[in-house]
């Protein structure tokens, strides 16, 4: 059974239709690139997924439970994790402390816990830290976790958003143009990374991208959209021959 | 191995000189006639030398220190300033002073000083922390202080220990803020900025014109004869440790909170509040817990001014103060504990050093905030905290490389 499953997703705003019939059906542990031109809808359609918007029609289910109509931070818990195409990381907080707020949802002790520092506050925090600088490990990112984060280059600041969103312990992870303003070789070790992440998290990615290189590499299907419609979905060999998609996006 | 040598002896060298000055300590005040005092401070000394012995030594986990740190810190406070205030009153006390003593006058500054820092750490707490601005934080200051007074008043003369009265009335006082913060907070949290600050501003007046226009509070005639620290039989001496110990629990609440799992979520809203409910913060339900917080300890420092003046009256909780206290935060730094602290104190002492200029205070700020905005736009500490821990640690490096660079000077937080 697919593990997110987007049946007619249509979304309006006043008369535009940014989406428009959206289908998706994502498998588990599987690596699905999103793609078209500017303003094609490609960012709504992770808004609509995420709860930052509400779909006009159409429904989302997550592992077979419906979340549309959910606040963000809810869809979180439930299994959806994503990034931003514009970084947004908590800059004046340490690299550490922007993993372990997104491990807010693992831990559970209370205000009187936290503020009389009862045991448990001590434990849950120990076990925190341990994790989360395990998880910056997988990054290459521990050596950086007292670092404030707006301070790190910008390829770090990428997978530090990634890292993040795998900190809310995600079973589908959304990325928005992870890649965008990358070098060359920053972007071939991202796509290292991103495969990587899918293999040891085994988690199922939906990816935005612009570079064609990365999207056509590691990407075991591609859906293009257009003003809101899918026009085209396969395998990344038949989606660089398709017609549509070459006068819609790719060129001649 | 030389270095961890070294570093054992020069925790001889302190607990030594420690040893030497506690006991010259207790020596002198084994020759007051007030046994309670001695064995008082005695005691103080004892624990204080115990916590030394614990912070200093090897196995103790780093957390730990810096807890004992500042205990030791707060300590040190009361075992100097107190003695000062005291002694005013009762010389015979502290014979070994020689006369040297605060006048009630600056003992009273010394109780404003505390309860100015309830108030802006209070409000750094939504400003700096939480990142909302409030330009109303005199209405929470207000509903605390006619509370705490109301209910002190009637808990007084169900004959209560003055302790309980002063401590449950400042808790009502805190909780009933708490409660319109959440009130006003729900609403009021969906704006962002300017509006924010515009609807908090229109808060405080409310609560000013409500307060003005009731009976019960005296109207704007005032609200006096209640039970306050004087009427209840509370010198001023012993009343200012009271309002330092509150100022101590307050400002420990803010930080360990601050440092706890709820404070980060409320630290990410400030910086970034789409990224923060990606990850999954609940961002209505931090954004009025921390701004009931800021609330609840603004009310009880309301609730302390209350005690303190014996009369009240709504024009004190006009826009004015809600500027003074926002001028404290702004100065310090916002986000900075520390930075709050140490503008309040600044800015109570130094309008009444320059008494004789009062009219010029406000045009002063003014000057001083643009000099500073040009200056230093992050305010004097940014969000930088000061760590007791820290310091000694640098203090205890820099001794051991056997350079003499300026020591900075120990605070109490």
């Not at chain 2, 040893?19 to 020759?31: Q, Y």
Request: proline share 3%; glycine share 10%.
């Amino acid at each position: 059974m697919a593990i997110l499953e987007v049946k007619d997703l249509t979304v309006n705003f006043g008369g535009l239709v940014a989406v428009n019939n959206f289908k998706l059906n994502l498998e588990k542990n599987e690596l699905v690139g999103l793609i078209g031109p500017n303003g094609a809808g490609k960012t709504t359609v992770f808004n609509l997924l995420t709860g930052n918007h509400e779909p006009t029609s159409g429904e989302i289910l997550l592992d077979g439970k419906s979340i549309v109509k959910k606040k963000p931070y809810h869809i979180v818990d439930m299994g959806i994790g994503r990034t931003f195409q514009n970084i947004r990381l908590f800059g004046n907080l340490t690299v550490l402390d922007n993993i372990k707020i997104a491990h807010n949802g693992s831990m559970d002790y209370t205000f009187l816990d936290g503020i009389l520092r009862l045991p448990k506050y001590w434990k849950e925090e120990s076990e925190a830290n341990k994790e989360c600088l395990a998880l910056l490990s997988v990054f290459d990112l521990d050596g950086y976790a007292y670092t404030l984060a707006s301070n790190l280059p910008y390829g770090q600041q990428r997978k530090l958003e990634i890292a993040r969103a795998l900190a809310t312990k995600p079973k589908v992870l959304l990325l928005d143009e992870p890649a965008a303003g990358m070098n060359p070789q920053e972007t071939s070790e991202l796509m290292e990374t991103i495969q990587s992440v899918k293999s040891t998290f085994d988690i199922a990615i939906l990816l935005i991208e612009h570079d064609m290189n990365l999207v056509m590499g590691i990407c075991e299907r591609i859906i293009c959209i257009d003003y809101g419609k899918i026009i085209a979905e396969g395998l990344p060999d038949e989606i660089k021959k398709n017609p549509e998609v070459i006068k819609a996006y790719l060129g001649e | 191995m030389k270095k961890s040598n070294q570093l054992v002896g020069l925790g001889f060298v302190i607990a030594f000189i420690a040893f030497v000055g506690i006991s010259g300590l207790l020596f002198i005040l084994a020759l007051a006639k007030e046994p309670s005092v001695t064995y008082a401070y005695a005691g103080i000394v004892s624990c204080m030398l115990l916590m030394l012995v614990f912070s200093l030594a090897k196995k103790t986990s780093k957390t730990l220190k810096s807890y004992l740190n500042n205990a030791i810190a707060i300590l040190i406070i009361i075992v100097i300033v107190y003695p000062l205030i005291a002694h005013n009153k009762s010389p015979e006390l502290f014979p070994f002073l020689g006369g040297v003593s605060f006048k009630g006058y600056t003992t009273g500054i010394f109780i404003l000083i505390c309860i100015n820092i309830v108030m802006a750490t209070s409000l750094n707490f939504s400003t700096g922390f939480l990142g909302q601005l409030v330009l109303g934080h005199a209405g929470f200051m207000a509903i605390g202080a006619y509370t705490a007074a109301l209910i002190a008043n009637i808990l007084f003369a169900a004959g209560l220990p003055i302790f309980f009265v002063i401590v449950l009335s400042l808790l009502a006082g805190g909780v009933l803020a708490a409660l319109s913060g959440i009130i006003i907070g729900i609403p009021a949290l969906r704006l962002r900025g300017d509006y924010l600050a515009i609807m908090t501003l229109a808060f405080a007046e409310i609560v000013r014109i409500i307060i003005n226009n009731l009976n019960f509070t005296g109207g704007a005639q005032g609200l006096t004869g209640y039970a306050s620290a004087q009427i209840m039989g509370l010198s001023k001496e012993t009343f200012s440790l009271y309002v330092f110990f509150t100022m101590v629990i307050c400002v420990a609440f803010l930080v360990l909170l601050a440092r706890s799992r709820h404070g980060r979520a409320i630290i990410s809203l400030r910086e970034n509040e789409i990224a923060a409910e990606s990850v999954g913060i609940n961002s209505t339900k931090y954004k009025v817990t921390g701004f009931a917080i800021s609330a609840l300890v603004g009310g009880i420092g309301g609730g302390l001014f209350a005690f303190h003046m014996g009369f009240l009256q709504p024009s004190m909780f006009g826009f004015m103060k809600s500027v003074d206290i926002l001028v404290m935060v702004v100065l310090g730094g916002m986000g900075s504990m520390t930075g709050s602290i140490v503008a309040a104190g600044v800015f109570t002492w130094l309008p009444e050093l320059l008494r004789d200029f009062d009219e010029y205070r406000m045009v002063a700020y003014a000057v001083l905030l643009i000099v500073m905005m040009i200056v230093r736009p992050q305010g004097l500490l940014g969000v930088k905290e000061m760590s007791l821990s820290k310091m000694v640690r640098k203090i205890r490096a820099k001794l051991l490389k056997q350079s003499d660079g300026n020591l900075m000077e120990g605070g109490d937080e």
